[in-house]
């Protein structure tokens, strides 16, 4: 059963009557939004890999920026709290997705997906990770905890996301199916089937769960690049234009198994696809591309003392991911001979015998730890844990209203950033505070509701909960917190 909230009748309500704004799209040039998001891809995991593949299309930005990631639980966030930040530009608790508890309640937060809808923009998820992931879900999808995948399947499809491209088809119960051809979905689960789809509305789920990394796909394994080419050429048929979030889901899944490899493998495929979407925009000139991460994984060091080398033909020549060895070496017991088959190197005595105590320990996860160690021994990197650290990642922009991104920003800073070029356009809307009118949506104090009203909640008050006066008259949807539908409704009402 569907329970409709207060704040979801007022999205649908919001989608189904398109907002005249006064900027038109032609003018402030910006009519396609593409952000692609490397999850987990700290600077070192860049730099690794562009050690191994010599250059990288990510050097090929001319705006760089640095992004603080901290989330309301901390230091260290979580793909669903970051990516919360990310599409909302409201900072979370780890766990949740676009949704806040700080007003005392569960209350759903606008995202930039929401108001590519309201523009009457196309829109589209692309990941490698099941769809249902955090940070796919963030975009279109409001639940209190990232676990409740089944509902966030359910909610992409209620969102009308036109392009969905990524694993997960276990999270898809039959009632969601058949409510994604109801609406018109088509539904695709192989290759040949994505290649082949046409239409305004494609489901494609390409993996009961992650779509496998890349150093283990098979021929008939989708990868990210024909996802993105398939999504732009469905998505750009809409003379509004777009908005679309490309994931490059596993350089985390690698990060947190300490595989160096397949960092590099999943980054690199990352990478391919920033080349074609910035190829893409740069030919079109009305395309603003961000390329940022959500967070560090790992702690990744490159070298583990002065002088040293870092030997990334070791990474060169392995050709099977951590996990994929480790099963095979349980299988067979043929420690020696799988090492060489995957990873090209002769094992020494004292490192067969790591292995050994390896497979004896209880912990599932010490065979595939000890093969870990024994490359990024030999390779010359170190991870400091398994899980994500709160170092700053980097941003990257191309396009119009690039250079808004240089700097350092929290994911809040950007994604209001994106919210005021998406409704604004490039103009700068000055703003002069007269005092306190009584009307509400008048921020400004002229007694009028109007774009410099949004402006100032947009660029001054997004992310707080509400406390004063003041704060009172631009919640507009009364939920608490001043957030992008706040922003909206003010525009509809101007
Ligand atoms: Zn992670």
Redo the contacts with the bound molecule.
């Keep these: 059963m569907k329970k409709i909230t207060i704040s979801s009748l007022l999205l649908l309500l919001l989608i189904s009557t398109n907002l005249n704004l006064a900027y038109d799209s032609q003018e402030s040039g910006i009519k396609n939004i593409i952000i692609l998001i490397g999850?987990?891809m700290g600077m070192s995991h860049v730099q690794i890999t562009k050690l191994v593949y010599g250059h990288l299309n990510m050097e090929e930005f001319p705006i760089i920026g640095f992004e603080l990631t901290e989330s309301l639980s901390g230091e260290v966030t979580?793909?669903a709290a970051a990516g919360t930040a990310i599409a909302t530009g409201v900072k979370t608790y780890n766990r949740m997705i676009s949704v806040t508890n700080i007003t005392g309640k569960v209350t759903n937060l606008t995202t930039l997906l929401e108001i590519a809808q309201v523009l009457g923009k196309s829109t589209g998820l692309v990941t490698t990770t099941r769809i249902t992931h955090a940070t796919p879900a963030v975009f279109a999808s409001h639940v209190p905890d990232r676990d409740m995948e089944e509902e966030i399947a359910r909610q992409l499809i209620a969102h009308r996301v036109n392009v969905l491209l990524g694993g997960g088809r276990k999270k898809f119960d039959e009632n969601t199916l058949k409510m994604a051809k109801e609406q018109g979905y088509n539904i695709v689960f192989t290759k040949e089937e994505l290649e082949k789809a046409e239409g305004e509305f494609i489901l494609g789920l390409f993996a009961d769960s992650h779509i496998p990394y890349v150093l283990d796909r098979k021929p008939e394994d989708v990868g990210l690049l024909e996802m993105t080419k398939k999504a732009i050429s469905i998505l750009e048929k809409n003379p509004n234009g777009f908005f679309l979030m490309i994931e490059g889901g596993r350089i985390?899944?690698a990060?947190?198994e300490n595989d160096i490899a397949s960092v590099v493998a999943e980054t690199k495929e990352f990478d391919d696809v920033v080349g074609y979407v910035l190829e893409y925009a740069k030919k079109r000139g009305d395309t603003l591309v961000i390329v940022l991460a959500d967070?560090e994984?790992g702690g990744l060091g490159l070298g583990l003392t002065y002088g040293d080398a870092i030997n990334e033909d070791v990474i060169r020549n392995i050709n099977a991911s951590v996990s994929k060895i480790a099963s095979e070496i349980r299988a067979t017991n043929d420690i020696k001979r799988v090492i060489k088959k995957y990873t090209g190197f002769e094992l020494t005595e004292d490192e067969i015998n790591y292995i050994e105590e390896a497979i004896n320990l209880a912990d599932e996860y010490a065979l595939q730890n000890a093969i870990a160690d024994i490359i990024n021994k030999r390779v010359g990197v170190g991870f400091v844990s398994h899980?994500?650290t709160g170092a700053p990642v980097s941003l990257l922009a191309y396009g119009p209203g690039a250079e808004n991104f240089a700097g350092f920003l929290h994911h809040v800073d950007t994604a209001k950033l994106i919210a005021k070029l998406m409704l604004f356009g490039k103009k700068d809307i000055p703003v002069t505070i007269l005092g306190i009118s009584g009307v509400k949506g008048d921020i400004t104090g002229d007694f009028k509701v109007d774009e410099q009203d949004a402006y100032v909640t947009l660029m001054m008050l997004l992310g707080e909960r509400v406390d004063t006066e003041l704060e009172r008259k631009v919640d507009m949807n009364n939920n608490g917190i001043i957030e992008l539908g706040d922003v909206l409704l003010i525009l509809q009402e101007s």
Excluded: L, N, Q
């Design positions: 999850d987990g979580d793909s985390d899944h990060a947190h967070h994984t899980k994500h």
